[in-house]
DNA sequence: ACTGTGACACTGG
DNA sequence: ACCAGTGCCACAG
């Protein structure tokens, strides 16, 4: 039997394990890494996830339509390490359509609104 | 068990 | 186009 799995945070897990599927010179944003992990209302926890976890690609993360949510200097600090991996800006934002990353498929059953 | 949190997404002005 | 407000939802203490 099992010692003990660890029955932890199956969303952070999940996200984290999302995130690291993204290529360099590519990205995702909030909304559709929580959507891929199983998760699509939870695009906030991404942000969590992002600061517990370490080792993450969090450059490629970026807000609706390609924008940096990332204020301060961090944020160009993002900005920088995407330029440096290929990714270009148009004006404040990346265009998605070239570069935002596509996931294969969403690993569980997503949650569904309830209508 | 309850409350606060968070690098959001979306809508309206 | 931009800003401010509102809704969202699992996690951590």
């Known amino acids: 039997m099992v010692p003990k799995p660890p029955p932890k945070a199956?969303?952070?897990a999940a996200i984290a394990s999302?995130?690291?599927?993204?290529?360099?010179?590519r990205?995702?944003?909030?909304?559709a890494i929580a959507a891929a992990a199983g998760y699509p209302r939870c695009a906030r926890h991404v942000s969590k996830v992002l600061n517990q976890?370490?080792?993450?690609p969090w450059q490629r993360v970026l807000g609706?339509?390609?924008r940096i949510s990332l204020p301060g200097e961090y944020g160009f600090e993002q900005r920088f390490q995407l330029e440096a991996e290929g990714v270009r800006f148009k004006g404040r934002r990346v265009d998605l359509a070239t570069?935002?990353?596509?996931?294969?498929?969403?690993p569980r059953g997503a949650l569904r609104r309830r209508p």
């Open 18 to 25: 999302v995130i690291r599927q993204i290529p360099r010179g």
């Open 10 to 12: 199956p969303l952070t």
């Open 53 to 56: 976890v370490p080792g993450l």
């Open 64 to 66: 609706s339509g390609g």
């Open 99 to 106: 570069f935002e990353y596509h996931f294969p498929r969403t």
């Open 27 to 31: 990205v995702s944003t909030y909304g």
